[in-house]
T-cell receptor, first 115, second 113 residues
Framework: AQSVTQLGSHVSVSEGALVLLRCNYS??????LFWYVQYPNQGLQLLLK??????LVKGINGFEAEFKKSETSFHLTKPSAHMSDAAEYFC?????????????FGTGTRLKVLA | KAGVTQTPRYLIKTRGQQVTLSCSPI?????VSWYQQTPGQGLQFLFE???????NKGNFPGRFSGRQFSNSRSEMNVSTLELGDSALYLC????????????FGQGTRLTVV
């Protein structure tokens, strides 16, 4: 069964510093991978996704993620944190085989940005 | 283009009651999924509907049920509410096919007292 592990339930960075949120997945086949962001009392908003092709994926708000098959990772980065980036971030994998249509989400990482 | 709409946004119910939540997907999206989000369990998949058929179901008791209408609108129902059912319920719609991103509604915050 597929699974997603997000290392660090809470991450704090200073404004202007690099943001690195870690995600590792477990899948028997190349997966579809996603990063979502959630602001308080809101739904999830897609930041970026990897399906096939280029392993470095650029998303909205300056975020990007790199798919590394050898490390089964899909870490999210942003060169310079902004106060508005404070939110909860979820990594997700979508099953690519067997005809199932569901997302498996990680437990989330809450990002705090310090002034 | 309108996004995913969930109604109501907030609900307070008493233990033992039942509740129905509604979700209107993005126009053209035929796949609708439901998730329960709690601080302790995170995001958990409830079920997914496509063209009025349930295609996938998570590990939830039979008190949780859903349906989808011919216009792709979906409802989920929880009967005999328990305190532990208090959560944010999220609906997501997507185009058919694995790999298409899910678009989420703002959720319905259910509080069971």
């Amino acid at each position: 069964a597929q699974s997603v592990t997000q290392l660090g339930s809470h991450v704090s960075v200073s404004e202007g510093a690099l943001v690195l949120l870690r995600c590792n997945y477990s899948s028997s086949v190349p997966p579809y991978l996603f990063w979502y962001v959630q602001y308080p009392n809101q739904g999830l908003q897609l930041l970026l996704k990897y399906t096939t092709g280029a392993t470095l994926v650029k998303g909205i708000n300056g975020f990007e993620a790199e798919f590394k098959k050898s490390e089964t990772s899909f870490h999210l980065t942003k060169p310079s944190a902004h106060m508005s980036d404070a939110a909860e971030y979820f990594c997700a994998v979508s099953d690519r085989s067997g005809g199932t249509y569901k997302y498996i989400f990680g437990t989330g990482t809450r990002l705090k940005v310090l002034a | 283009k309108a996004g995913v709409t969930q109604t109501p946004r907030y609900l307070i119910k008493t233990r033992g009651q039942q509740v129905t939540l509604s979700c209107s997907p993005i126009s053209g999206h035929r796949s609708v999924s439901w998730y329960q989000q709690t601080p302790g369990q995170g995001l958990q998949f409830l079920f997914e509907y496509f063209s009025e058929t349930q295609r996938n179901k998570g590990n939830f008791p039979g008190r949780f049920s859903g349906r989808q209408f011919s216009n792709s609108r979906s409802e989920m129902n929880v009967s005999t509410l328990e305190l532990g059912d208090s959560a944010l319920y999220l609906c997501a719609s997507s185009l058919a096919g694995v790999g298409n991103e899910a678009f989420f509604g703002q959720g319905t915050r259910l509080t069971v007292v």
